[in-house]
């Protein structure tokens, strides 16, 4: 086991290296659409009509991260080795290494899962290789073409337009449990933690605001039960909540940059300055903060960030598989202006 952790994370490493060598040449859509193409050309006739529907196929918005017995596309399990790594291509094509190796340890927490759940009817759902690739339109330099990668607590939705990347949400990403307890063969090793920046920095900024701060940012006691907006097609319409980044410290601020840099960092560099120089450009003093339940981990949590052009929600109240409370986490991040691609208001009524 130890061998095979260790081929896998230098497998991880020398992907890493050659993606970021070949994103310094090829830009990454054309990366996108030829690592999909590469990908149909690899099934055979029956497998490409589950593989490949068209752009305005109605499934293209049907996506969630909860699990269910039927999904569209063709899943992991069901594909061949050498259709597993042109999979595994495009993936790479799309996210950043740190992405990309996020991606996977996600999907090995379902080993995790399926062991603490083995005595539960759904626990035959809980499958690391229980992930769908469907691609929609036909990938190219012209036109419009995307894909759905999606599983239990991942899902990405990426749309390319022209050549260029046009969007690249709803991106889902979430982690059970959070920190690892108990090993279990073929999962991460115990006290690995998943989503790690993504919940501490949220933690580190709202026990850095004083009291007239929090009074603004803290909107509710007790956290959700989960993110806005569970599987809809359509991201969040309410106005931002909580403080206003205008009313935040510079050392506040820089936190709360930090935090959306690395969402916007699971992403390639080029992709994620764009995304990054959006939020400038529409103006990052009207980008909100808000906080729901408990300041501490351990107990059920959940944070909201929303400006002109993003609405970004954390959530972590269930237990994992052994019982440990608020160690389960959901995040999701949905573009205001081109969710799946499709022309929405840039700036949300307030």
């Known amino acids: 086991?130890?061998?095979?952790?260790?081929?896998?994370?230098?497998?991880?490493?020398?992907?890493s290296f050659a993606q970021a060598?070949?994103?310094?040449?090829?830009?990454?859509?054309?990366?996108?659409?030829?690592?999909?193409?590469?990908?149909?050309?690899?099934?055979?006739?029956k497998e490409r009509p589950r593989a490949m529907m068209a752009f305005d196929d109605p499934?293209?918005?049907?996506?969630?991260?909860?699990?269910?017995?039927?999904?569209?596309?063709?899943?992991l399990r069901e594909m061949s080795l050498p259709q597993r790594e042109k999979c595994h291509a495009l993936l790479r094509a799309s996210l950043s290494p740190a992405g990309y190796e996020k991606a996977c340890r996600i999907m090995s927490l379902e080993n995790n899962l399926r062991e603490g759940e083995k005595n539960l009817t759904n626990g035959q759902l809980r499958d690391p290789e229980r992930y769908f690739l469907t691609i929609?339109?036909?990938?190219?330099?012209?036109?419009?073409?995307?894909?759905?990668?999606?599983?239990?607590?991942?899902?990405?939705?990426?749309?390319?337009?022209?050549?260029?990347i046009f969007s690249d949400s709803p991106s889902?990403?979430?982690?059970?449990?959070?920190?690892?307890?108990?090993?279990?063969?073929?999962?991460?090793?115990?006290?690995?933690?998943?989503?790690?920046?993504?919940?501490?920095?949220?933690?580190?900024?709202?026990?850095?605001?004083d009291d007239t701060q929090r009074q603004k940012a803290i909107i509710a006691a007790e956290a959700p039960s989960d993110y806005r907006g569970v599987g809809s097609p359509k991201p969040p319409e309410g106005p931002a909540e909580g403080l206003s980044v205008a009313e935040m410290t510079p050392a506040q601020k820089q936190t709360l940059w930090k935090l959306l840099e690395v969402y916007t960092g699971h992403l390639p560099k080029s992709v994620a300055a764009a995304r990054q120089a959006e939020i400038k450009e529409a103006g990052v003093d009207q980008v909100h903060f808000a906080w729901l339940g408990a300041t501490k981990p351990g107990v059920g949590h959940a944070y909201r960030i929303q400006g002109p052009t993003f609405a970004l929600d954390l959530v972590n109240v269930q237990s994992d598989p052994a019982g440990n409370k608020a160690n389960h986490i959901h995040s999701v991040w949905r573009s205001l202006k081109h969710d799946f691609g499709m022309i929405t208001a840039a700036t949300p009524k307030k």
Not at 2 to 14: D, I, N
Not at 180 to 205: C, I, K, M, Y
């Open 1 to 15: 086991m130890r061998l095979l952790a260790f081929s896998l994370a230098a497998l991880l490493a020398w992907s």
């Open 136 to 164: 929609f339109g036909t990938p190219g330099q012209q036109g419009v073409w995307g894909y759905s990668f999606e599983g239990h607590h991942l899902s990405l939705n990426f749309v390319v337009k022209d050549g260029e």
């Open 172 to 209: 889902f990403w979430g982690a059970n449990p959070a920190t690892v307890s108990v090993f279990v063969e073929n999962g991460p090793e115990n006290g690995v933690r998943t989503l790690t920046d993504e919940e501490q920095l949220a933690f580190d900024l709202v026990n850095a605001l």
């Open 21 to 45: 060598e070949t994103a310094a040449l090829v830009p990454v859509a054309v990366q996108m659409s030829a690592a999909a193409q590469q990908f149909l050309d690899s099934l055979d006739p």
């Open 59 to 75: 499934q293209r918005l049907d996506w969630t991260n909860v699990p269910k017995p039927t999904r569209k596309g063709i899943q």
